[in-house]
């Protein structure tokens, strides 16, 4: 498992990211401030599966999207 991940800025609005685990161990994000993601530590990608993100440039977060 790995924690305190950091995503880099997006570069526009609307901006679709893939973020494929493919590792044996979860894949836990940083706090918002730093990891550039909303739900900060609560953004959680168990092994072997993937999350998908969409960057919103009016509060330059990346937004992680359920069912997705």
């Not at 730093?34 to 530590?41: D, E, F």
């Amino acid at each position: 498992a790995t924690t305190a991940n950091i995503i880099q800025a997006g570069q526009f609005d609307g901006q679709v990211l893939i973020v494929l685990n493919e590792g044996s161990g979860s894949i836990t994000m940083a706090a918002a401030a730093t990891s550039n993601v909303l739900q900060g530590t609560a953004a959680i990608i168990p092994a072997t599966s993937a999350a998908v993100f969409v960057w919103n440039a009016t509060n330059s977060r990346w937004h992680g999207v359920e069912g997705a």
